[in-house]
């Protein structure tokens, strides 16, 4: 195909302080902007209502290629990961990520998440939401520690793990998000659609198997019953300390003994995640009491959140040599403190996107410029675009996701642009977004069908379309 590039002057932002000059080097002239959506017989799932909405926002999409990524992108959930099931009544959503035959708690509930805000107008997407509530309580029932599982009990490729893996599981990577993910799910369905229907006997008996984790993982009463370690050259994949991972001091925090990224943490107390548990407890004591299910549930949720946002305050928090007060990535209640950042979400990036943190805060507006820098060891900045990357990957590659958050937590319209502007240069032509790139080559990338990054940019793209529409005109 052929290509040329071309420099683009505009404004760019590093560490959120505006530069002024010569911009990336833009890619991709010569595509042809033909739809890579399934055709419809192909398709998992469909959606009139979604359907509907992708061509009401192409419309307002100036730009031809930003048009056909997002209505490449935003779709691709549905179209290629959904398998929806019914029995007896009953529904059930598995939600593959992609190229993996396996379905993420944290995945799973980002991937189908752009489309909540049309349940009310859908009777087919509300039963896609409800069954993907009740697979994940059926999830949860089986293995609150897991973080990916099976359609079935047909085993893993990580059956030799050390750790109690099960048929129904593909991985038992223990990630406090995975359990958060599946309570933020429910809330909002909740609150969007009005239905309380999914809040039955299974689901309150895995909320407090949820709850009862996250206290197991706050080791008051020794390390638990969570331990993990693998056969392998890569460092992140196995857990030190015997698969207990390092020491920590217990003072109200939770253990994550693994990322969003599924990479081990080196200080176990990730503190993205308890900020998101946080969240997830006051809205799982929320559902407990508004509804009658549970008052003592309501009550060990609050008292948690309580005692884990105390711990963030006393923990978390520290003078940072250049930013002023910012919170660290992880610590272990000893006093260490790791200072980075990762793309996967939860991140420190995202919390405002979680609902943990206002965009404000000044807390958070010093973090922020701190991980959108070089003083963040996973930053780069290449020919093409900046970001943030992680461990899981590797050095010098940038994760979309990263930029997509970058934009989703901006309140400044030439940042979100430049994002954009970022965006479309590192597609590598495809249309849609990947697990990460290279700084400087687009074209070297992973996993061509990752569906959470594509469905993440779409919601990008439909967030923009409803509150700052104008952008979508001038990019």
């Given at each position: ?55 009401k926002i192409k419309g307002q999409i100036s730009n031809p290629e930003l048009s056909w990524m ?304 070089t003083n963040n060891p996973w930053f780069y900045k290449g020919k093409y675009a900046e970001g ?88």
């Open positions: 195909m052929e290509r040329r590039t071309f420099v683009r002057n505009s404004v760019l932002f590093a560490g959120g302080l505006a530069l002024t000059g010569a911009g990336f080097v833009a890619s991709a002239q010569g595509l042809s902007y033909v739809s890579k959506r399934p055709v419809q017989a192909d398709r998992n799932f469909i959606s009139p209502s979604v359907d509907k909405i992708i061509e997002f209505e490449n992108c935003f779709p691709n959930t549905l179209d290629t990961t959904v398998q929806y099931s019914e029995q007896s009544g009953i529904s059930d959503t598995f939600v593959i990520t992609g190229d993996i035959d396996a379905m993420w708690l944290r995945d799973s509930t980002a991937q189908v998440w752009p489309y909540l805000p049309l349940v009310a107008e859908d009777e087919e997407l509300k039963k896609l939401f409800k069954g993907l509530i009740n697979r994940q309580t059926k999830c949860v029932l089986i293995d609150p520690y897991a973080n990916a599982f099976n359609k079935g009990a047909e085993g893993s490729h990580w059956e030799s793990d050390q750790t109690e893996m099960k048929p129904e599981l593909h991985e038992r990577k223990w990630e406090i998000d995975s359990l958060c993910y599946t309570i933020r799910l429910a809330y909002h369905y909740w609150k969007t659609s009005g239905d309380d229907s999914c809040f039955n006997t299974k689901w309150v008996e895995a909320t407090k198997l949820i709850v009862k984790t996250f206290q197991e993982q706050q080791r008051k009463k020794g390390k638990g019953p969570y331990s993990f370690q693998r056969k392998t050259t890569k460092p992140y994949d196995s857990l030190s300390g015997g698969g207990f991972g390092n020491p920590v001091n217990p003072v109200g925090l939770i253990v994550s003994s693994f990322r969003p990224s599924d990479d081990a943490t080196v200080l176990p107390f990730l503190i993205p995640s308890n900020y998101f548990a946080v969240v997830s407890l006051k809205q799982l004591a929320e559902i407990a009491s508004h509804l009658n299910l549970e008052s003592k549930l309501a009550e060990e949720a609050l008292l948690l959140a309580s005692e884990v946002e105390d711990a963030l305050t006393n923990y978390a928090i520290s003078d940072h040599l250049h930013y002023g007060k910012i919170l660290a990535f992880e610590v272990d209640g000893f006093g260490n403190k790791l200072f980075m950042d990762d793309a996967n979400i939860p991140s420190l990036l995202s919390l405002p996107y979680l609902g943990a943190m206002e965009g404000a805060d000044s807390l958070y507006i010093n973090t922020r410029k701190f991980v959108l820098s943030i990357g992680g461990p899981h990957v590797g050095v010098d590659m940038i994760w979309p996701m990263s930029i997509i958050m970058r934009a989703m937590t901006s309140n400044d319209e030439q940042e979100i642009i430049s994002c954009l502007q970022m965006l479309i240069a590192t597609h590598a032509e495809t249309g849609f977004m990947h697990e990460t790139f290279h700084k400087n080559n687009p074209e070297k990338f992973t996993r061509s069908w990752f569906a959470w990054a594509n469905t993440l940019f779409g919601e990008l793209i439909f967030k923009l379309f409803r509150e700052r529409p104008s952008v979508l005109t001038i990019v």
